[in-house]
């Protein structure tokens, strides 16, 4: 019972941390560590995010539901090729590659020594201070429509470093497309949309090694996880959404940095160890 309790809190920490620019992985990461849980687990992390994306369809079901048949249309019909969401198809597309290919490049690093608190804590406050200038100084002029395939896979680019726990996969692609000139509510509506292959698919990959892993949660507290994530998860993309159209992200580079700086201390203090069972 102990466990599927854990699960939930796990399963709440995914939810409200997925959308916002502070990094799910690095909260997973940190918080059963502190709680003296210990480390879920690679495997756990990514299964369970499939329930925020599970939130991402059902929110955005009209928009992803016209940009696939679109899409699906503009590979036999020439004219929906130069249509708006059609582009918007392949812009997904491409701009997911550079995560899937580095992610099985680099799946053993990933899953091992990148999961360290010091890489966690470290690029907590790095990419916090990227986010901070992107969107301190981006012009935030360019609505979702003038999205070009370069800002694409620049933005594709830029969630790839989301592999690093810490970076947040969010606020990676938000900090491109606010350095680029989009709006916030621009560059986080496609960051949510682009999230949606690679997350999906790197969850249905780490399937098979739910329970494998020392220490790690089964099934059971898996499935648990993932529906209160999903949930949770839902209520964040709206308020997040509501949130960005009006003020800037400074208070999530604020808490980034405080809790960066809080890790990298009570690493240094011993509380904290690197690696699980270290």
């Keep these: 019972m102990w466990d599927y309790l854990q699960a939930v809190v796990l399963g709440l920490i995914q939810g409200l941390t997925e959308f916002l620019p502070i990094s799910s992985s690095a909260h997973l990461r940190i918080y059963p560590q502190l709680f003296g849980w210990g480390d879920p687990g690679a495997a756990f992390t ?38 708006r969401d059609a582009r918007m198809g392949w812009f997904i597309i491409l701009g997911s590659l550079p995560i899937v290919v580095l992610g099985l490049l680099f799946e053993d690093a990933i899953d091992s020594a990148l999961r360290s608190l010091w890489v966690v804590g470290t690029t907590l406050i790095v990419f916090g201070v990227v986010l901070g200038v992107a969107d301190r100084y981006g012009r935030n002029d360019k609505p979702i429509e003038k999205l070009t395939l370069r800002h694409a896979v620049l933005m594709g680019l830029a969630q790839a470093a989301a592999l690093v726990p810490g970076v ?37 990959y780490k399937l098979k090694d739910i329970g494998e892993e020392a220490n790690a949660y089964g099934w059971g507290e898996t499935a648990v996880a993932t529906l209160v994530s999903f949930v949770v998860g839902y209520a964040a ?42």
């Design 46 to 83: 990514a299964v369970v995010q499939i329930g925020t994306e599970l939130a991402v369809l059902i929110y955005f079901r009209k928009d992803i539901w016209r940009i696939a048949v679109t899409w699906l249309r503009s590979l036999v019909k020439p004219e929906y090729r130069g249509h």
């Design 168 to 204: 947040s996969r969010s606020g990676a692609t938000i900090s491109m497309g606010r350095a680029l000139g989009y709006e916030r509510a621009a560059a986080t509506r496609y960051a949510f949309l682009l999230a949606i292959p690679a997350v999906v698919g790197a969850g249905v």
């Design 237 to 278: 993309i709206a308020w997040l959404l509501r949130y960005v159209s009006t003020r800037s992200y400074t208070p999530f580079v604020v808490y980034r940095v405080l809790l960066g700086a809080a890790v990298l201390a009570l690493l240094g203090l011993g509380v904290l160890t690197p690696l699980a069972g270290a």
